[in-house]
């Protein structure tokens, strides 16, 4: 987290614009997400959430405008290891897919590209990710074989695994029990108040972004709308202008 410090900014968005095929999708985004920051990004299906995550994170790049992850042009940045991705759908796999979970997590370490460590300091760091969210009980299990709930705690873990300063996660609790659901959003609070880390997240569970993120990034009509302070009549808005009702069922406050 040296480098936060060093910056006091994980992302900066400067004038971004993204085509697909030459059909604009983001205009003109600005944006800065603080170190420490707990932003949800939240917009309704096709606004391009997923596009503006993958743009934060190198996947895609934009159009033009400048992008900086950690103070630094993200066509020059290496540090890769600083920052954890979970896309959306990561948790799609077929259920013969050959590799345990444990195997999954320790594939995040080496992502990392940390360098050499010996085994036994690179399964202390494995089994910690699988502590800290609860899945040291499934290592040796297929990941195919899990349910839907515990696989996006392994490619949580496996994000976690090399130790990153900022999380970008795109969707993680879709398809998952309220309590499940509850309970991961528990564990994000805790690593962004604990441990420091920065967290970007892509949601359709408002009420959760309302209640465990400090800010909301609203994505609508290839424009990113940042709500600072998350008080009644943001809510109120956020939710009229996605179409929301607040005290719908589905929306789930
Ligand atoms: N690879 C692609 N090629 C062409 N168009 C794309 C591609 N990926 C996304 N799009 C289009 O860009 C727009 C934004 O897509 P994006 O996936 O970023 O939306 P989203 O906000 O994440 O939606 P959802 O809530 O459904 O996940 C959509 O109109 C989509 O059809
Ligand atoms: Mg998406």
């Not at 309704?44 to 895609?60: D, E, P």
């Amino acid at each position: 987290m040296d480098r936060c410090l060093e910056c006091g900014e994980v992302v900066r968005m400067n004038d971004v614009t993204f085509a697909y095929n030459g059909i604009p999708v983001l205009e003109g985004v600005n944006l800065k997400v603080n170190c420490g920051d707990f932003l949800a990004l939240i917009g309704r299906n096709g606004a391009a959430k997923s596009t503006l995550l993958k743009i934060m994170v190198g996947l895609l790049r934009p159009k033009s405008g400048e992008v900086r992850l950690f103070g630094r042009d993200i066509r020059n940045f290496r540090d890769w290891g600083l920052i954890g991705y979970i896309s959306q759908n990561a948790g799609d796999i077929n259920a013969s897919f050959p590799a345990t979970v444990a195997e999954v997590v320790a594939s995040g370490y080496y992502g990392g590209l940390k360098g050499f460590l010996d085994r036994r300091a690179r399964k202390n760091i494995i089994d910690e990710a699988m502590e800290l969210v609860g899945i040291r009980d499934l290592a040796g299990r297929l990941i195919g074989e899990l349910s839907g709930g515990q696989r996006q705690k392994v490619f949580l873990a496996r994000a976690l695994a090399k130790k990153p300063a900022a999380l970008f996660l795109d969707e993680p609790t879709t398809g998952i029990d309220a309590a499940a659901r509850e309970e991961f959003y528990r564990l994000l609070a805790h690593l962004n108040r604990e441990r420091g880390m920065t967290i970007v997240i892509v949601t359709h569970d408002i009420g959760a972004a309302f209640t465990r993120a400090q800010k909301i990034g609203c994505v609508r009509d290839r424009h990113v709308y940042i709500h600072e302070q998350i008080n009644e009549v943001d809510q109120n808005h956020i939710a009229d202008v996605l179409g929301y009702r607040i005290g719908d069922d589905y929306v789930d406050l």
